[in-house]
């Protein structure tokens, strides 16, 4: 278990990594890109509102 949580975690960091140098978008979910998904434009409002 303690393996487990660990490698989740490099995983984790990993990710975040990823999205500070190259944006919210470098990763999303393969679910995110399907059709109708709304992740990409509400990652580029701030607040909820048109950049």
Request: glycine residues 12%; hydrophobic residues 30%.
């Amino acid at each position: 278990m303690k393996k487990e949580a660990g490698k989740r975690e490099k995983i984790s960091k990993r990710v975040l990594d990823i999205k500070k140098k190259y944006g919210k978008n470098a990763i999303l979910r393969g679910l995110n890109s399907e059709e109708g998904a709304a992740i990409r434009k509400k990652n580029e409002q701030i607040g909820g509102h048109k950049a």
